[in-house]
């Protein structure tokens, strides 16, 4: 049975785990979880990419992100090709590192988001690594240290995880440690990464009195949350699918857009390849990233040697770019032949 495509979209909170091939080690030391994650973070802030959870294991990595304006595949490709390069090289092996495909699960916020959190942050002590919970304060690789402000992260949204325990840092410091604290006795909750109905249902539990009462439900393994989010996820990831295909069997391509972006901007298309900063040819390459990135799948890097700039600029002129478009309600009729 072919395996399902991927959900990802502009604003998706995604829970990613990485496992080693055949459960092996990913790091055999502190300099190969310093190279990892010194990849990890220059991919998160040159695609802004916002993180707000992660650990390292001996044989995988859990890290809670949310989708930028670069699809969340084209920085998971970077990262684990990038750092399976270096970790061969370095230990003189070929093949692969890593098991199959990293697993996604696209998550309903407003009920997972803190427990996801606790999730993650608590795999260390939970798999024995670290004798004791006061330990994991000082542990540099995991996002736990950096929430207690032990140790610095310049890629990891401190600030987003904080509000959501208080308004000042010291009193949402010590909201998040009680939260975190309380969720030691709950082990390893099987209902944050087990199948589909069951994450849909809040636990096997509530699955068995929802199919007691005779209820419809509807699950999927790529997501976690419930039933009406899942149905709602499912809806604009097949509308999302169609707009995509339609792009493609219409002919639609980078020279397509090049042109029409620089026609409804009244630019010169060898201004947007150019680099210049005049505020309308800045404008126009604003709107051309966004579309490109977002609707027909280019990646930074291609993107940034067609435009002459470097990948970040190309992340944040897209979000630029996606507020302009927010705004004029012409997305449309650019993507129209």
């Not at 949310?66 to 270096?86: E, I, N, S």
């Not at 975190?180 to 589909?196: F, K």
């Not at 069951?198 to 393994?221: F, M, N, P």
């Not at 419930?226 to 149905?231: A, C, E, K, N, Y």
């Amino acid at each position: 049975m072919p395996r399902k495509a991927r959900i990802d979209a502009p604003g998706a909170l995604q829970h990613i785990i990485i496992r080693g091939i055949e459960k092996r080690s990913i790091f055999r030391d502190d300099w190969d979880r310093d190279r990892f994650l010194d990849r990890l973070g220059k991919l998160l802030l040159t695609t802004s990419t916002p993180c707000y959870a992660w650990t390292l294991m001996p044989n995988h990595v859990h890290l809670l992100l949310r989708t930028g304006l670069t699809p969340l595949a084209t920085v998971m490709k970077r990262l684990l090709t990038g750092y399976a390069q270096y970790f061969n090289r370095r230990h003189k092996r070929c093949g692969h590192l890593f098991q199959n495909r990293y697993k996604s699960i696209l998550c309903e916020e407003e009920s997972y988001f803190i427990e996801l959190l606790r999730y993650i942050h608590l795999n260390p002590l939970r798999a024995g690594l670290l004798i004791e919970f006061d330990v994991l304060k000082s542990y540099q690789y995991s996002g736990h240290s950096t929430l207690m402000g032990t140790l610095s992260c310049e890629w990891q949204d401190q600030d987003y995880v904080l509000n959501c325990f208080g308004k000042r840092r010291s009193a949402a410091r010590r909201e998040y440690q009680k939260f975190v604290i309380d969720g030691i006795s709950q082990g390893s909750r099987p209902d944050l990464v087990g199948g589909g109905f069951v994450r849909s249902t809040g636990g096997w539990r509530a699955l068995k009195e929802c199919q007691r009462r005779g209820d419809y439900i509807k699950g999927d393994e790529r997501i976690l949350g419930s039933s009406d989010f899942v149905t709602q996820v499912l809806k604009h990831a097949e509308e999302a699918l169609k707009q995509d295909n339609l792009l493609k069997r219409q002919g639609i391509d980078f020279d397509f857009l090049l042109v029409k972006v620089a026609r409804y901007c009244n630019v010169e298309i060898e201004e947007l390849l150019s680099g210049t900063r005049n505020r309308k040819v800045v404008d126009a390459r604003s709107i051309l990233c966004y579309l490109s990135l977002r609707r027909l799948k280019l990646s930074c890097l291609a993107l940034s040697q067609k435009l002459n700039v470097c990948p970040s600029s190309v992340s944040k002129s897209a979000a630029r770019g996606q507020d302009i478009l927010s705004v004029r309600k012409v997305e449309k009729e650019l993507l129209n032949k």
